[in-house]
């Protein structure tokens, strides 16, 4: 019983130092000037539209690639690793819409919860280039051998690095900086 109890008001303890210690973490990187924000950054609508019409309009093979990628991720707005590890077999089309059956996600690691309600990705013909729809047709003209599933949608290794890097290329070239 006393073990439990000095466990209990340890624990309680440890607490309020983790709450003060974040606390006074905060507070001297506010006071240095440094950003007090975790994690990454958002992409603002206006830069998103700008990259996608940079790929759209581009002849890079590997610009088509990146263009679907980017506008998958946007529009199914999940994590990038979902976008990159998306099947052929999970994607499907109803009317104007793309279905994505996401599978294994970080808090569904048997890929059962959304097995009923798959993940609807509607075309933008007013903006054809953020349509994600275009953007998948595109991919699959370019390289047909997706349908059949002899490739993933996005096949290779390092496909998250790579995307970042052509990301990383347009946003700091001259002529689009």
Same mark, same amino acid.
């Given at each position: 019983?006393?073990?439990?109890?000095?466990?209990?008001?340890?624990?309680?303890?440890?607490?309020?130092?983790? *709450? &003060?210690?974040?606390?006074?973490?905060?507070?001297?990187?506010?006071?240095?000037?440094?950003?007090?924000?975790?994690?990454?950054?958002?992409?603002?609508?206006?830069?998103?539209?700008?990259?996608?019409?940079?790929?759209?309009?581009?002849?890079? /093979?590997?610009?088509?690639?990146?263009?679907?990628?980017?506008?998958?991720?946007?529009?199914?707005?999940?994590?990038?690793?979902?976008?990159?590890?998306?099947?052929?077999?999970?994607?499907? %089309?109803?009317?104007?819409?793309?279905?994505?059956?996401?599978?294994?996600?970080?808090?569904?690691?048997?890929?059962?919860?959304?097995?009923?309600?798959?993940?609807?990705?509607?075309? #933008?013909?007013?903006? /054809?280039?953020? #349509?994600? *729809?275009?953007?998948?047709?595109?991919?699959?003209?370019?390289? /047909?051998?997706?349908?059949? &599933?002899?490739?993933?949608? %996005?096949?290779?290794?390092?496909?998250?690095?790579?995307?970042? &890097?052509? %990301? *990383?290329?347009?946003?700091?070239? /001259?002529?689009?900086?």
């Amino acid at each position: 019983l006393n073990k439990e109890t000095v466990s209990k008001d340890l624990w309680a303890n440890v607490a309020v130092y983790k *709450r &003060g210690s974040t606390r006074t973490s905060v507070r001297e990187r506010k006071q240095s000037g440094m950003s007090t924000v975790e994690g990454k950054k958002h992409l603002p609508f206006a830069a998103y539209r700008l990259l996608a019409k940079i790929l759209f309009g581009s002849k890079k /093979p590997e610009h088509i690639h990146a263009h679907t990628f980017l506008t998958l991720d946007w529009n199914l707005i999940s994590r990038a690793e979902y976008a990159v590890d998306a099947q052929i077999g999970l994607v499907s %089309f109803s009317k104007d819409a793309l279905l994505f059956n996401m599978g294994i996600t970080k808090t569904d690691q048997e890929g059962i919860k959304n097995v009923d309600h798959p993940w609807h990705v509607y075309s #933008c013909p007013e903006y /054809p280039k953020i #349509c994600a *729809r275009l953007a998948f047709v595109y991919r699959i003209m370019a390289n /047909p051998l997706i349908l059949n &599933g002899q490739t993933q949608l %996005f096949e290779g290794r390092s496909q998250y690095e790579q995307f970042n &890097g052509i %990301f *990383r290329d347009i946003v700091s070239s /001259p002529e689009h900086r």
